[in-house]
């Protein structure tokens, strides 16, 4: 986990790169299964907003694995739209317990400001069939 703290090859590679680093690091961190599925597509040109959706994306796996205890954690970047993309993150863990909207956790609060900080839409919610799916809307 150490090494995702300072995403070298997201500078080297981009973005796809830097993420399948971050599941192969965070499944066997982790113990659990973590997967990557990127649209190759998707093309995120701003080194800014590329490191910000990475560090959007490793507090969701943190948050996952820390909280939930997730046999399996999903990172999908999809197209959405003809500019924008999406990062989603979802997990079969135990889910969220209900808070509080001025009670969100560091986490959660430090995901919303990178989100805002790039102009992107962040939703946080259980899923029906149990764990999280974190959704950060970019629209380029």
């Known amino acids: 986990m150490a090494r995702g703290l300072f995403p070298v090859r997201l500078e080297e590679n981009g973005l796809a790169s830097a993420l399948e680093e971050l599941a192969n690091h965070a499944g066997a961190f982790f113990n659990t299964k973590c997967e990557l599925h990127y649209e190759?597509?998707?093309?995120?040109?701003?080194?800014?907003?590329?490191?910000?959706?990475y560090y959007i994306a490793q507090e969701s796996i943190i948050n996952a694995a820390k909280h939930g205890k997730p046999r399996i954690i999903e990172i999908h970047v999809n197209a959405d739209g003809a500019n924008g993309?999406?990062?989603?993150?979802?997990?079969?863990?135990?889910?969220?317990?209900?808070?509080?909207?001025?009670?969100?956790?560091?986490?959660?609060?430090?995901?919303?400001?990178?989100?805002?900080?790039?102009?992107?839409?962040?939703?946080?919610?259980?899923?029906?069939?149990?764990?999280?799916?974190?959704?950060?809307?970019l629209i380029g």
Request: net charge positive; aromatic share 2%.
């Open 40 to 53: 190759p597509r998707v093309v995120i040109r701003d080194h800014s907003v590329a490191q910000h959706l």
């Open 85 to 137: 993309c999406r990062l989603i993150v979802r997990d079969d863990g135990a889910g969220m317990p209900a808070v509080a909207p001025g009670n969100l956790g560091m986490g959660l609060r430090i995901m919303k400001y990178r989100a805002r900080l790039i102009h992107a839409a962040l939703q946080v919610n259980n899923r029906l069939e149990g764990g999280v799916e974190m959704v950060c809307r």
